[in-house]
């Protein structure tokens, strides 16, 4: 049906037109249309890489739209956000809208990248989907941490000096790169301009990057709930409508979440303190990072030499990389890994308790529970995931995924299911 | 399902906790509830007018209000003429004229709020070293901040015995570390309301804070109001993508 | 588009039709709100408050002398004030107006024929004209003469000779009293 109705769009001259000179249309029908076979038991754990993808966009457009009036000078930056909340026509609303987004943007990938961490979906043949994977969240951190110094408010300023602080930890060369990433002898305007133009520039760098995540993705198509590859068409069915109506239907879910925060609650992820213009000569009480650095930033606390805490910081991410070989399992999806399943969730606990400590001064119970904590999370990808793949006992996978659902069936053997096959 | 209602609920539980990191504060915060919380509360424009009132005559003689613009009172309900006349009471620096110099002139709708001190140092001179914040974001820039003024204005007492008071403080229940430099502004009649309401240190207290709540986000009342339509708008819109998906993934089921 | 993988039976009948309904249905809500989200986006660009609220400028009258200019800016032109002689009104209304490229008489520019308060900016390619000052050419119509490319205008602002094609334009203004003009 699909195609006999792509078919007499393909016909229409215009479009012929187009597709001989650029074949834009049968691309589009090839990638995300009718054409291209999907895994036909996705669940909504698999909303999370699309709902990112909107989110990325909507933070590219809001952001364009603060930049026609914000000013990046240290004088006027903060006055001039004000000035885009009460002055500008829906001025609150473009800058609730990124605010908000940043976090959301973050909620959707954090979500996106525990569904690849329990499916197994960063193994063979997807590590390098992975890696890019890994490369989008380093380069979203980056642009989150220069966009939240651009407000120039007590936190923006202490947070960045602060962080910027960690690389004077470098052995030899840290103080001359920390001056080099000032432009000056403390975080001022030069700092301030620098972040502007990067924060501006990096997020068209991730688009980049997305398209060659999107890119590797079809190259071998989508992992699914059951880990098991997918043997014919009749595991498969188009892309387009199934999971364009399922995606359409998720992002009105999630922008219902995201834009209730957004006009009822649209400080809740932020410092009160960054309401406060940057002053130079006063720290505020606690300097906290947004929450989406919370667990890093208590990794990096819980380890007393300045140095070791950098390395250790960077190496929670990094240690990402080099997953696909540190899980040792043959068994992809955690679906029939039950000792693997029950140790994923108390890493999601740890992630969180790492965040809750990351929240905190680092005093008296919260230093040890944050240590646990970070020893936990290495303990778990460096001993416990390489032990499990060997001595995990897996359920048995079923043979293939049109064949009856092993208990909680859906659909009895022999559905009239409209699959790939019949085209 | 069950797995994400417990991850959701305990995420929400840590990340409530982590997202407001907890201020030292021994005292518990009033809270006498305000006409603005909640998703439809509006700000009550009476009292607001009677806050401004209470801004002017009192907390403008050391607090800056930055932010604001004579123009924006058109908002809390004063007219255009009421409007220039209140920026023409005030005279503000403009210049230079064609010898050069500086000049005062009357103010305009489209001036700034007149600061009460030329600058920061000149505030500090006046004020035995302490600076008066300006009050444009006070309600947003400190952790439960209407609740938060509220208490400090109404919070001044006499020091609990033995609390060893520092030279030109004050006591305060709320304030952290309990000496502000600030002394008590408002006192039961410190102002004579415009309206005849009564004017007690309670009433003062909360018509100033509903002023500057105000004044931290003039659109406030606007966002709730296209909030709700977006949100209703939404609801309808899911539902009807969800009956489309169910529509088109009837046979895979 | 929306209609395939459908059993055989249901593209026919009611059934088909209340789906198309509900497509259709989900398509336009869907449709709908793209265009209203839109219309924040846009309206944003529109003039800010700030802006708005300088709009006007108001300009005390008093000191010019009659045979006197002033130039003031609002909305970020020069606006030329000048208060004219009545050799001036009495030349700028013995023009023939079907003699002007742009046919207008004094009349119809000024409410006090002693105040005459044209947009400074040649309707040619926008230079700032010169006539301001006593030192400066005026050109041969006694108004204002135009550096860039010639252009002359007369004691009324109207184009005479060069290549603009408009006289110069008469910004919306009100007296408020014999002391105060307001612009805009």
Known sequence: MASSSSGKFFQNPVVKWIEYRLPVFSFIDHSLGSNYPAPKNLSYWWNFGSLAGAMLTIMIVSGIFLAMNYQPNAALAFDSVERIMRDVDYGWLMRYVHMNGASFFFIAVYIHVFRGLYYGSYKYPREVLWWLGVAILLLMMATAFMGYVLPWGQMSFWGATVITNLFSAIPLVGDTIVTWLWGGFAVANPTLNRFYALHYLLPFVIVGVVVLHIWALHIHGSNNPLGIDTKGPQDKIPFHPYYTVKDAFGLAVFMIVYLGFVFFAPNFFGDPNNYIQANPLQTPPDIVPEWYFLPYYAILRSIPNKLAGVIAMFSSILILLILPWLDTSRVRSGRFRPVFRVFFWIFVLDALLLGFCGAHPPEGWYIVLGRVATIWYFFHFILLLPLLGWFERPLPLPTSISEPVLGGGRAPAGAAARSMEKR | ?253 | MANSAQSATATHGAEGTRRDFLYLTAGAFGAVGAALALWPFIDSMNPAADVLALSTVEVDISPITEGQRITVAWRGQPVFIDHRTADQIKSAREVNIDELRDPASDQSRVKKPEWLILIGICTHLGCVPLGQKPTDPKGDYGGWFCPCHGSQYDTSGRIRRGPAPLNLHVPPYTFLNDKTVRIG
């Open chain 2, 1 to 253: 399902m069950r797995k994400l209602v417990v991850t959701l609920a305990a995420s929400a539980a840590l990340l409530s906790i982590a997202a407001a990191p907890a201020r030292a504060q021994e005292e518990k915060l009033p809270s006498p509830g305000w006409s603005f919380d909640g998703p439809f509360g509006t700000f009550d424009p009476a009292a607001r007018q009677r806050g401004f009132q209470v801004y002017k005559e009192v907390c403008s003689a050391c607090h800056s209000m930055n932010l604001l613009h004579y123009r924006d009172l058109e908002d809390i309900g004063f007219n255009e003429d009421q409007v220039k006349a209140i920026a023409a009471g005030v005279q503000v620096q403009d210049g230079p004229n064609d010898n050069g110099d500086m000049f005062q002139r009357p103010g305009r709708p489209y001036d700034a709020f007149k600061p009460p001190f030329a600058n920061d140092q000149a505030a500090r001179a006046s004020n035995n070293g302490a600076l008066p914040p300006d009050l444009s974001l006070i309600v947003k820039a400190r952790e439960d901040g209407d609740d938060y003024v509220y208490g400090i204005l109404t919070g001044f007492s006499d020091p609990p015995a033995g609390f060893k008071l520092m030279d030109g403080m004050n006591y305060n229940k709320y304030f952290p570390g309990h000496q502000i430099a600030m002394p008590q502004p408002l006192t039961a009649d410190r102002v004579t309301y415009a309206d005849g309401t009564k004017a007690t240190l309670e009433q003062e207290a909360h018509d100033v804070v509903t002023f500057l709540a105000w004044a931290a986000e003039p659109k406030m009342e606007m966002r709730k109001r296209v909030g709700t339509k977006v949100l209703i708008f939404l609801l309808g819109l899911s539902g009807l993508l969800y009956a489309v998906k169910r529509k088109v993934w009837r046979d895979v089921h």
